[in-house]
């Protein structure tokens, strides 16, 4: 360290610590949500639903303003109720339109906890693919500086 400034070294191993707790991070969430979606699919029930709103959150924190949108599902319930829940899955674009007919999976002990079928599911797997991928890069970001650049 010279000056207070950390040398090219130690920079590097920062950066590689960092990378590595985002990307473990990153496959963790993914794990999980796989985890939680194919659980519902195994053990949940399954329902005819409808998309009857979508929820957009918008991040005002980017330059564009990006938004996320989550649908929000009414489906039957095994004793006829109809129950309405937003989905804690979202995604920009929309992993479904207002007025779409989607299949559910729902814990009957908690109809909140569900899952729709289809590629909106496609978020665990994406999540843990990135971090996969910037794990990667922090095993062998070095080797590769060194060998080619």
Same mark, same amino acid.
């Given at each position: 360290?010279?000056?207070? @400034?950390?040398? !090219? #070294?130690?920079? $590097?191993?920062? @950066?590689?610590?960092?990378?590595?707790?985002? #990307?473990?991070?990153?496959?963790?969430? #993914?794990?999980?949500?796989?985890?939680?979606?194919?659980?519902?699919?195994? &053990? =949940? $029930?399954?329902?005819?639903?409808? $998309?009857?709103? +979508?929820?957009?959150? /918008? &991040?005002?924190?980017?330059?564009?303003?990006?938004?996320?949108?989550?649908?929000?599902?009414? !489906?039957?319930?095994?004793?006829?109720? @109809? /129950?309405?829940?937003?989905?804690?899955?979202?995604?920009?674009?929309? *992993?479904?339109?207002?007025?779409?007919? $989607?299949?559910?999976?729902? &814990? *009957?002990?908690? *109809?909140?906890?569900?899952?729709?079928? =289809?590629?909106?599911?496609? @978020?665990?797997? +994406?999540?843990?693919?990135?971090?996969? +991928?910037? +794990?990667? =890069?922090?095993?062998? =970001? *070095?080797?590769?500086?060194?060998?080619?650049?």
């Amino acid at each position: 360290m010279r000056n207070g @400034i950390p040398d !090219f #070294g130690t920079m $590097v191993t920062m @950066i590689r610590v960092v990378a590595a707790v985002v #990307g473990a991070a990153f496959v963790l969430m #993914g794990w999980s949500a796989m985890r939680r979606a194919r659980a519902l699919r195994r &053990d =949940g $029930v399954r329902a005819s639903g409808q $998309v009857v709103a +979508l929820d957009v959150d /918008h &991040d005002w924190s980017m330059d564009r303003g990006a938004s996320v949108s989550y649908p929000v599902v009414e !489906f039957a319930l095994r004793d006829g109720r @109809i /129950h309405r829940a937003r989905s804690d899955v979202g995604s920009s674009p929309a *992993p479904a339109r207002e007025g779409d007919q $989607v299949t559910v999976y729902y &814990d *009957p002990a908690d *109809p909140d906890r569900f899952t729709l079928d =289809g590629p909106g599911n496609a @978020i665990g797997p +994406l999540l843990a693919a990135v971090g996969a +991928l910037v +794990l990667l =890069g922090a095993a062998i =970001g *070095p080797w590769l500086l060194t060998a080619f650049g």
